[in-house]
């Protein structure tokens, strides 16, 4: 199994720019196809972005086109989520998660088609 832990959230006034990473370890990282979701308070968890496991392939939710940046570093097993243009709206615990095989199209924004998680981090954005 693969084991992830996520970094880089914190507090921030909105229109900032905050980059999380996820860390991988335990298995060959570049086996494995990964999203970023995110969970605000008493809400779903949501589907953010996906990458490929080449990073060749990416996919946004529609609310994070044009703002987020999905990547992956496979030599350093390592994804990160770069947001920029941060409002209100985009506070919420980030986790990172993995699936192998890497996922069908339609199945990228479904949480439990998923692996593997993170433990999360907090992002808090102020108005």
């Known amino acids: 199994q693969v084991q992830l832990v996520e970094s880089g959230g914190g507090l921030v006034q909105a229109g900032a720019s905050l980059r999380l990473a996820c860390a991988a370890s335990g298995r060959t990282f570049s086996d494995y196809g990964m999203a970023w979701f995110r969970q605000a308070p008493g809400k779903e968890r949501e589907f953010v972005a996906h990458?490929?496991?080449?990073?060749?392939?990416?996919y946004y939710a529609d609310s994070a086109k044009g703002r987020f940046t999905i990547s992956r570093d496979n030599g350093k097993s390592t994804l990160y989520l770069q947001m920029t243009s941060l409002t209100p709206e985009d506070t919420a615990d980030y986790y990172c998660a993995a699936a192998k095989p890497d996922l069908f199209s339609g199945l990228y924004h479904v949480a439990r088609a998923y692996d593997y998680w993170g433990q999360g981090t907090q992002v808090t954005v102020s108005s």
């Open positions: 990458i490929s496991w080449s990073g060749g392939s990416t």
